[in-house]
């Protein structure tokens, strides 16, 4: 009888606690996925760019190259990793010295240097290389390179990760975003520090790769832009619908209320009365949508907005839920037992 009278709201929650729990599962994976970084980086990678000023007014060329800060970093660190990016996200330049490529290689593969004009390449790019002087060559950008590895390209979250990597060019322009693993923020700064120094046209700036709280909750926001929007227009729908299904729920009930004020019970036990079967009904829903997010994402028709459901979406689900039904029902609650306080001086 309890679940009969029950049914309607039941099945409206079971809907509400569904949606909620895989908007915030999709939000918190997308949050926690800014933390993991693309191409085997690790927390302790920073980022730092250098930009000439003079060069970008007068279109002039610049004198520092790759080579150079190579070497000023490696006069500094006997172990590092250095990525630059190239035109296209899918690619970057890289740049060994005694540290091991970060990659899944196929074969068991260890590389700890790449030789100029070499590439290592996605294994599934491997279809596409061709056969010169016996060994494999891949063609980018207008240019040949030697395949030296291939590896497993993993799909990342957030971070896309690169499906070919260069050796880098030596004469070309320094001047560009790099990324680099296995240096102090300290140091790096003292290189840069030194290099600017003999070229006042240039600057730099250095910063982590993983962004404090904010920039991280900004990127998951963006990362979940449609999420957010239906979510955010969900919720003032779901505002709006709840308080009615609960009056209509309320209504539902109105003979065993009766029945119930006949037999002595006053308007507050009345009240506790009904939101302990609201909480029954919540409860019950929250169960069955919990359950269903599960099915909805095991089936894998939504995975590139929602991969996954998390403990703590399901924990902000039911608190969303709670805080909604709970101040619906008191809610509702009071408003039935205004009307009936009119209808019995009505009477009077």
Same mark, same amino acid.
């Given at each position: ?19 909620? /729990?895989?908007s915030?599962?999709?939000? *918190? !994976? ?26 970008? @007014? ?16 490696e ?15 899918? !690619? ?23 030789? @100029? ?12 290389t %061709?056969?010169?002087?016996?060994? #494999?060559?891949f ?11 291939? %590896? ?16 880098? #060019? ?13 240096v ?10 030194? &290099? ?23 990127? !998951?926001?963006?990362d979940?832009?449609?999420?957010a929007?239906?979510f955010?227009?969900? &919720? ?19 003979? @065993? ?12 036990? &009345? ?11 919540? !409860? ?11 099915v ?5 028709? %939504?995975? @590139?907005?929602? #991969?996954?459901t ?5 924990? %902000?689900?039911?608190?969303? /839920?709670?805080?909604?039904?709970? /101040?619906?029902?008191? *809610? ?9 306080q ?7």
């Amino acid at each position: 009888m309890f679940v009969k009278r029950s049914l309607y709201l039941m099945i409206y929650y079971v809907v509400v606690t569904a949606f909620t /729990c895989l908007s915030f599962s999709a939000f *918190f !994976a997308s949050y926690t996925s800014t933390k993991v970084l693309q191409d085997g980086l690790t927390s302790e990678s920073l980022k730092f760019s250098i930009i000439d000023e003079q060069a970008l @007014e007068n279109n002039s060329p610049v004198e520092l190259t790759n080579q150079t800060l190579i070497q000023q970093i490696e006069s500094n660190s006997d172990s590092f990793l250095l990525y630059k990016g190239k035109e296209t996200s899918r !690619a970057r330049n890289v740049y060994l010295n005694n540290f091991l490529l970060p990659l899944p290689m196929k074969n068991g593969q260890k590389i700890q240097k790449i030789p @100029e004009h070499s590439i290592i390449l996605d294994h599934d790019l491997l279809n596409s290389t %061709f056969d010169q002087n016996g060994e #494999p060559y891949f063609s980018y950008q207008g240019q040949d390179y030697k395949v030296v590895g291939s %590896f497993d390209r993993e799909n990342k979250y957030i971070y896309r990760n690169s499906s070919l990597f260069v050796a880098f #060019p030596f004469e070309e322009s320094a001047i560009g975003e790099y990324t680099i693993e296995g240096v102090p923020r300290e140091t790096l700064g003292t290189i840069l520090n030194g &290099i600017t120094a003999e070229d006042p046209s240039l600057s730099y700036s250095v910063r982590p790769m993983i962004s404090g709280f904010k920039d991280r909750m900004i990127l !998951a926001l963006r990362d979940q832009t449609f999420v957010a929007i239906v979510f955010g227009i969900s &919720i003032f729908l779901i505002v709006l619908s709840t308080l009615g299904t609960t009056l209509a729920w309320l209504q539902s009930k109105r003979d @065993e209320i009766q029945a119930r004020s006949l037999v002595g019970a006053n308007r507050n036990d &009345i009240r506790l009365w009904l939101i302990k079967e609201y909480l029954w009904v919540l !409860a019950i829903s929250f169960v069955i949508g919990n359950i269903l997010a599960q099915v909805v994402v095991k089936s894998g028709s %939504f995975y @590139e907005i929602i #991969p996954e459901t998390t403990v703590t979406g399901s924990l %902000f689900s039911l608190l969303f /839920c709670f805080l909604i039904g709970t /101040c619906t029902v008191l *809610f509702s609650t009071w408003i039935s037992s205004k009307k009936a306080q009119r209808n019995d001086r009505g009477m009077l």
